[in-house]
């Protein structure tokens, strides 16, 4: 795997400073915006300053640093209270990728479990989040390889939704893991990338991150998938996912759904990618995840300009459902689940 297949960093720790590369500016600028306080990394997930799940959740661990530090500076003896209210506002920023709240309920785990005469509680904490954002990476890394080994060599294209690579991610990628691992290991010769209404981050960042790192990319219309699967050129579609529920249905990108009725009628399968930190196993079904409602203006406008005829309304759901039963193989990075059930998702999230 040569280096110059990953080289993006959308989330980065340094000199006390929590830094975001603002991926509402992709690809135009390469902003970092720098974070010293909690209320402000919670609004920069709100606002998609940085977006994706995995990502979101690593953001959320070093907001729960910047949390501590502030209230440690700030002194008194209701720092536990403020806490908890600033673990909260992180959790409360988007309802529906449970990876925020994975990442919330274990650094609040490491936060209140603290022996009351610890050295340095902030290294404590800063080291819990470094090890949130290294083992994503790892996890990335290895559901690369485990995806791949799924696509036999066929020169054909692959086609993925929204954005999954290192900007969604701690670095790598979920969907776009595997591509970069299956496109090293020339399993695929080309990326199909849907360009992902209304925040066009397959048109915005999957092209961005995929030219940079010199992966062959054609963008489509969200509407032009199924011509292509009617066409032949994809054999699988390949996605990422925000919550996976017991049986294996899968919250994604709007549109996703879309695409996986479209690839079982075509004979294209379907494969989503993404690490167990996505799991929901206190969700039986699919239909209790809570999906995002988002701002009609995201529908009517377009970069910023109002495109629909005044006095329409507009309907934007952010994340759409694709049952289990449209799933071929799910990857994590504790194994591969393929035609999902709840009993395999049980002897997959039971493996170490
Ligand atoms: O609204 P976004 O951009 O945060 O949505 C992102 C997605 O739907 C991704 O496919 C998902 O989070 C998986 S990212 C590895």
Not at 51 to 77: D, S
Not at 136 to 163: K, P, W, Y
Request: hydrophobic share 45%; aromatic share 4%; net charge negative.
């Amino acid at each position: 795997m040569s280096a110059s297949h990953d080289t993006i960093r959308a989330v980065l720790w340094q000199d006390d400073t929590l830094k975001l590369l603002d991926q509402r500016l992709l690809p135009q600028q390469e902003v970092y915006l720098e974070y010293r306080d909690v209320a402000a990394v919670a609004e920069a997930i709100r606002q998609m300053v940085v977006r994706g799940a995995p990502a979101i959740g690593i953001t959320a661990a070093y907001g729960v640093v910047l949390a501590l530090r502030q209230r440690l500076e700030e002194g008194g003896n209701d720092i536990v209270q403020r806490l908890e209210g600033d673990l909260n506002l992180l959790g409360e920023a988007r309802p529906t990728a449970v990876n925020l709240l994975w990442a919330l309920e274990r650094m609040g785990k490491r936060l209140f479990s603290l022996p009351e005469d610890v050295a340095d509680p902030l290294a404590e904490m800063l080291a819990e989040a470094q090890a949130i954002h290294e083992e994503d990476i790892a996890a990335n890394r290895r559901m690369g390889e485990l995806g791949a080994a799924l696509i036999e060599q066929s020169g054909f294209g692959v086609l993925t939704h929204c954005n999954t690579g290192s900007l969604a991610t701690g670095g790598y990628g979920t969907a776009l893991g595997v591509i970069r691992s299956a496109y090293a290991q020339g399993r695929i010769t080309r990326v199909y990338a849907d360009e992902t209404r209304p925040w066009l981050q397959g048109a915005r960042l999957t092209a961005w991150e995929l030219v940079r790192d010199a992966i062959p990319v054609t963008l489509l219309a969200d509407a032009a998938g199924a011509a292509l699967m009617q066409q032949g050129r994809v054999k699988w579609l390949i996605v990422g996912s925000d919550r996976i529920t017991a049986n294996g249905d899968v919250a994604n990108k709007i549109g996703t759904y879309h695409a996986a009725v479209a690839a079982k009628y075509h004979g294209v399968k379907v494969m989503v990618v993404a690490p167990t930190s996505t799991v929901d196993m206190a969700l039986a079904h699919g239909g209790l995840i809570p999906i995002e409602q988002r701002s009609p203006e995201e529908v009517l406008s377009l970069g910023g300009q109002r495109v629909a005829a005044e006095g329409a309304e507009a309907w934007n759901p952010a994340f759409d459902v694709t049952p289990a039963e449209l799933i071929d193989a799910i990857v994590t990075e504790r194994g591969v689940v393929l035609n999902p059930t709840t009993e395999k998702m049980q002897e997959m999230m039971s493996n170490q």
